[in-house]
């Protein structure tokens, strides 16, 4: 489908209007300065060289020039298709457990640190599959969707916490079920999930659900975090251990039967967690054995530029309109003229084609070595391709998606915002928006980031990964607000502790009982003489009358 990518340069056609005005007007001034030169014969004769219609087609053809130049700079093109990047590989959800229980230390830091580690471990071999991520707890929720982008994975892992999931508890059969829904349910093999958890909580259902899950071909593979001889649970608000309603510490155990009987029964491999490049490993190998399907991840916007045949055609038009003479005498002169009209259009037929042709083939270059992880070449093709056509929106949403996966996160978001000021399709702009939001919210910049998700989702409400990585955002912010608020309270505690800490406090008295009693007795008699000297002055006054004046 043709559009334009700079339509408001169409507004420069409300010129013509006004240009017509201008010929008549022109023309009615050339003939009331006829009649006032004199006998209109005699008038007629001296110019009967000049042809009003060769002055009309030439005024005609300046005004499709100007109409075709306004053509040009608005660049009508046409979408190609998109350049996608195919390859081999598996979709792979992986289920973590976030529970509280994953806090207990046998592990150091923690369970849940080195399940964390692990996980971006086995993201960097699936270099070529699709991964996903659910966290689970009392509660099963879909973390991030299933993506070829492991950048993004790897941002939304480093997020999961026990927070996430305010329920506690392990249901185990709920992060499986949850796995399952996020595949393609069109395709019936080349899936698998992978399970990681102490498994501490016995789930009746979750042997139940595997046995399912392993009929519609998806393989479960188990790791199991922690250890047999347990360890108590870390409390991070109370910074105590946890303890039970009798007031004994609790102590983790790491339910190894469980986690085995779930791999075996999903034809999986269960492992105990010893060196996550290990297990890893381990588990690359067995999710090659069922096989790959071709993927499709990212993809890449390749448009046709048409504005050269318009800018053509107003050269040649103009040219044609600079040579064609008002006097039909000359005439000739048009026709000595076409040899140069022709060789000019060969030369700028060539030329613009060169030009159009030589910005696509870089950001073909370009594509080609994102697609070889070659992203510092990517970028450099890209900034190419920019160099000769400075508003090129294809080579700057590329350009963003090339500078992201360099980690240089601030040169993307610019080009990204590029990519929404030159983009007249509503594709780019939410794509330019959405991948602007996952960039911000690496950056922990999530009031700009939620502002961008919802940016997008304007622009297409049926993006759904927009809005489930803006709901994720939500819940970051608040409970980031919520952190924020907590240590603001406990410096006010801190401040409010230190002002008690400097009141001064009331020292013992050093005086013994007798001198006491003695001051007592003192200060009774001194109250005693001041009450008899105040009798004796009143009984001395006199009454006088109060002034009204």
Known sequence: MFRFQHIEFLYALAAIPFMVLFYFLLTRWKKNAMKKIGDPPLVKQLIQGFSSKLFAIKFILILLGFSLCAFAVADLVKPEGTQKINRKGIDVMIALDVSKSMLAEDIKPNRLERAKQLVSKIIDKLSDDKVGIVVFAGRAYLQMPLTTDHSAAKMYLSSASTDNVPTQGTVISQALKMSYAAFNTKEKKYRSIILISDGEDHDEDAIKVTKQLADEGVMVNTIGIGSLQGAPIMDNETNEYKKDESGNTVISKLNEEELKSIAQNGNGLYQLFSSADEVADNLHKKLMTIGQTTLTG???????????????????????????????????GLKKGLPLIFLILFVTLSLSKGFSQSIKKEIIKGNDAYKKKQYNEAVGAYQKALKQSPENTTAFYNLGNALYKTDRFDDALKAYDNTVQTARSKDYKEKAYYNGG?????????????????????????????????????????????????????????????????????????????????KLKSLLEHEKNLQDKLHKVKATSTDKPKKDW
Do not use: H
Request: overall charge positive; glycine content about 0%; aromatic content about 8%.
């Open 438 to 518: 996952v960039v911000l919210q690496s950056q922990k910049k999530l009031p700009e980031c939620i502002k961008a998700y919802k940016n997008a989702l304007k622009l297409d409400p049926s993006d759904e990964e927009a809005r489930q990585n803006l709901e994720r955002a939500l819940q970051q912010l608040k409970q980031q607000q919520k952190q924020d608020q907590k240590d603001k309270n406990k410096k006010n505690q801190q401040k409010e502790d230190q002002n008690k800490k400097d009141e001064p406090k009331p020292q013992p008295s050093k005086i013994s009982k007798q001198d006491a009693e003695e």
């Open 298 to 332: 990212s993809s890449f916007g390749v448009y046709k530029n048409y504005f050269w045949y318009f800018l053509l055609a107003a050269f040649i038009i103009l040219l044609i309109e600079n040579i064609l003479p008002e006097r039909k005498t000359k005439m000739i």
